[in-house]
């Protein structure tokens, strides 16, 4: 991962990724006070609103977009997918944990502490997608949605496609019981669950992201490798906070105008 800075704020992006905009912010740079110092995108965390709008204008301003470039959603840890275009500019879309367009200089913005963030590029029908990939999401395949969504809506070849699975909890840390291990299994004969010598269960989301990329055709998959638990002190990670934190963004966008 290529690590940057402008403005004091940090981001990392995909070496492959360099054609179009690709920023996932870190914590660091922003304006919020603990326990969400301090770059923290969410509304609803409990930090303060004023906080986060300068947040968000930082960000916004260390990329060199506008805020009426950006459309964002409310997340729900669901499979819903949108199409956007200049007509959602400025927008929240509701219900929605996948953003996709073809449309320059239009940026989609989403909000992670531990949820996988999947970064999808067409770079033959330019078009580009942003998915939070959460353990449900991981676990049923809105990766495998998402690229069925693009060659359906922008006629994308599943080989063509360029995938990145970002900074997010990762094999290491995410433990998980009964219930969660139970769902995997429905879906795959053979999760990707790792035994630890006391017997606990960890999932690997990255893997599972990736084998349902590989199941839907995509040939190239990045895989960031960082995990935000193990890397508290520059991602948010509800695990590692017990839950009272902030979100960082990811911001995925084709340049050019609008
Ligand atoms: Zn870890």
Redesign the pocket.
């Known amino acids: 991962m290529l690590r940057l800075s402008r403005n004091g704020l940090v981001f990392y992006t995909f070496p492959a990724f360099q054609s179009f905009t690709c920023a996932i912010f870190t914590r660091l740079g922003g304006v919020s006070r603990p326990p969400f110092d301090s770059l923290n995108v969410g509304h609803t965390v409990g930090d303060d609103l004023s906080a986060v709008e300068e947040n968000h204008r930082l960000i916004f301003e260390a990329l060199g977009i506008s805020k009426e470039q950006v459309v964002t959603a409310r997340q729900v840890h669901g499979l819903g997918l949108a199409l956007v275009d200049e007509r959602h500019k400025g927008k929240v879309i509701p219900d929605t944990d996948g953003l996709l367009t073809a449309t320059p200089g239009l940026f989609l913005m989403l909000r992670f502490a531990d949820c996988v963030p999947l970064v999808l590029y067409d770079p033959v029908r330019n078009a580009v997608g942003l998915l939070h990939a959460g353990w449900k999401g991981s676990i049923m395949g809105i990766a495998f949605k998402a690229i069925e969504f693009m060659r359906e809506t922008f006629g994308s070849r599943p080989e063509d496609v360029v995938a990145g699975i970002g900074p997010s909890i990762?094999p290491?840390?995410y433990e998980v019981g009964e219930d969660v291990a139970e769902l995997a299994r429905k879906f795959w004969p053979d999760p990707p669950i790792l035994r630890t010598p006391q017997g606990r269960m960890h999932l690997d989301l990255w893997e599972l992201n990736r084998q349902w990329l590989l199941k839907a055709g995509v040939k190239k998959v990045e895989v960031a490798g960082i995990?935000t638990?193990?890397r508290n002190e520059e991602f948010f990670s509800h695990r590692a906070s017990g839950g009272l934190t902030g979100r960082f963004a990811v911001i995925v966008g084709l340049n050019g105008r609008a």
């Open positions: 990762g290491c840390c995990c638990r193990c």
